[in-house]
């Protein structure tokens, strides 16, 4: 079945890095574009991170992110990551991994997990 597993959450002081991954499995994950949600304690669920099917020759952030994260893919292992540097309180977050489909409807989700960014 399809799975989105999500590692790499933790707590991190302010300005230090973490870097999140996540594995994927049960579909073709060359096919889907990725992305990196995060929700925030009562928020809404943003889009900090995008990275197009096959080579991954589009990537877009929140204006956030720029600059400080980045998204990647490795289609030989199912993987993406999204590397965090100078981090702030503010990105504290569940952080969620995304496939959509290139083609159709499909549209799948991991389970989320935290970071927390404090002193």
């Known amino acids: 079945q399809v799975q989105l597993v999500e590692s790499g959450g933790g707590l991190v002081q302010p300005g230090g890095s973490l870097r999140l991954s996540c594995a994927a499995s049960?579909?073709?994950?060359?096919?889907?574009?990725m992305n990196w949600y995060r929700q925030a304690p009562g928020k809404g669920r943003e889009r900090v991170a995008y990275?197009?099917?096959?080579?991954?020759?589009?990537?877009t952030y929140v204006d956030s992110a720029k600059g400080r994260f980045t998204i990647s893919r490795d289609n030989d292992k199912n993987t993406v990551s999204l590397q965090m540097n100078s981090l702030k309180p503010e990105a504290t977050a569940v952080y969620y991994c995304?496939?959509?489909?290139?083609?159709?409807?499909?549209?799948?989700w991991g389970q989320g997990i935290q970071v927390t960014v404090s002193a």
């Open positions: 990275i197009s099917s096959g080579a991954g020759g589009t990537i």
């Open positions: 049960g579909f073709t994950f060359s096919r889907f574009h």
């Open positions: 995304n496939a959509t489909a290139r083609i159709g409807p499909a549209d799948y």
